[in-house]
C-alpha cells in the first residue's frame, strides 16, 4: 500500500507572497536561502516557484527574535 500525497490539498506562497509576508525584498529572499545555518526552504516548482506553507512557518519559528 502507498501512502500518496495530494498535492493539490498542500498549501502554498509564491515568490511575491512570501516577499509580501516577510516584508523583505527579493535578494533578501535569495540572501535568506543561501544561509549556511538554517536557510529559508528552497523553492518547489510547480509552473512557477512555490514554497510550502508548513516549511516556511517552520522557518518563522526557527528565526523569530
Known sequence: MSAAIDL???VY???KEI???LKIS???LW????Q???PFPKAIWLGKN?????EVMT???ANRR
Open 13 to 15: 506562497f509564491d515568490t
Open 59 to 61: 522557518w518563522l519559528l
Open 50 to 54: 512555490v514554497y510550502l506553507e508548513t
Open 19 to 21: 516577499i509580501a509576508l
Open 36 to 38: 549556511d545555518i538554517n
Open 26 to 28: 527579493q535578494a533578501t
Open 8 to 10: 493539490t490539498k498542500l
Open 31 to 34: 540572501r535568506y536561502r543561501d
